[in-house]
């Protein structure tokens, strides 16, 4: 049983930029693919980022493709999120899920494990 926790969230201004962390419980989350996924109230939630094990694949949607980057850090089980350019249509609940060895099924929520969430809040 993997746990997840993320922080990070917050209030920002649209165009600034936070990082939002993931923080894993177990010695094998380096085994996991790590996705970011974000529910806005009255939405399905949907898939942001992906990254493969060895953190060298990443998959992006196409709403934050160059402005947020997802990293991680499997030394200290941590999975990032960087996000700039923030718009108000970024605002959201945001998860980190962990999965199966298979970027593009996580892509589709095909994970194992989410964490509780964490507000992001943007102002216009």
């Known amino acids: 049983q993997v746990q997840l926790v993320e922080s990070g969230g917050g209030l920002v201004q649209a165009g600034g930029s936070l990082r939002l962390s993931c923080a894993g419980s177990?010695?094998?989350?380096?085994?996991?693919?790590m996705g970011w996924f974000r529910q806005a109230p009255g939405k399905e939630r949907e898939f942001v980022a992906a990254i493969s094990r060895s953190g060298v694949g990443t998959y992006y949607a196409d709403s934050v493709k160059g402005r947020f980057t997802i990293s991680r850090d499997n030394a200290k089980n941590t999975v990032y999120l960087q996000m700039s350019s923030l718009k108000p249509e970024d605002a959201a609940v945001y998860y980190c899920a962990a999965g199966p060895n298979n970027i593009v099924a996580v892509s589709t929520g095909k994970v194992d494990y989410w964490g509780q969430g964490t507000q992001v809040t943007v102002s216009s």
């Open positions: 177990e010695r094998t989350f380096s085994t996991y693919t």
